[in-house]
């Protein structure tokens, strides 16, 4: 089974950027579905985005994000990417990344629970 670790986390100022990192072992991460979740003190996990199986990787980002967050892989070495450029204070949140083999459609990929493989979290810290 695939295991995965987050790294790249920390504080920044509101207007910066963080590049987490998803790296996998036990599995290429092209064969799966790859999401980034985050969880704010309090609040439940909420979906961020996911980046497609297959070499292309076809990318999807929740409104809040679109336009300062991108999500990238790197077939070579088994890391997915998630680019945090403009952050926000309300983007302060331990960030997760979930892998699956499952299929899915639409709003269904954003459910957590079709995730089967996760990190144990990186933690963003945007100060105003």
């Known amino acids: 089974q695939v295991r995965l670790a987050e790294s790249g986390g920390g504080l920044v100022q509101a207007g910066g950027s963080l590049r987490l990192s998803c790296a996998a072992s036990?599995?290429?991460?092209?064969?799966?579905?790859t999401g980034w979740f985050r969880q704010a003190p309090g609040m439940e996990r909420e979906f961020v985005g996911l980046?497609?199986?297959?070499?292309?990787?076809?990318?999807y980002l929740v409104d809040s994000v679109k336009g300062r967050f991108t999500i990238s892989r790197d077939n070579a070495n088994n890391v997915v990417f998630l680019q945090m450029n403009n952050l926000k204070p309300e983007d302060t949140a331990v960030y997760f990344c979930?892998?699956?083999?499952?299929?899915?459609?639409?709003?269904?990929?954003?459910?957590?629970?079709?995730?089967?493989?996760w990190g144990q979290g990186t933690q963003v810290t945007v100060s105003s």
């Open positions: 980046i497609m199986w297959g070499l292309g990787g076809r990318t």
């Open positions: 036990g599995g290429a991460l092209s064969n799966y579905r």
């Open positions: 979930g892998a699956t083999l499952r299929t899915c459609s639409g709003n269904g990929c954003q459910v957590g629970s079709l995730y089967d493989y």
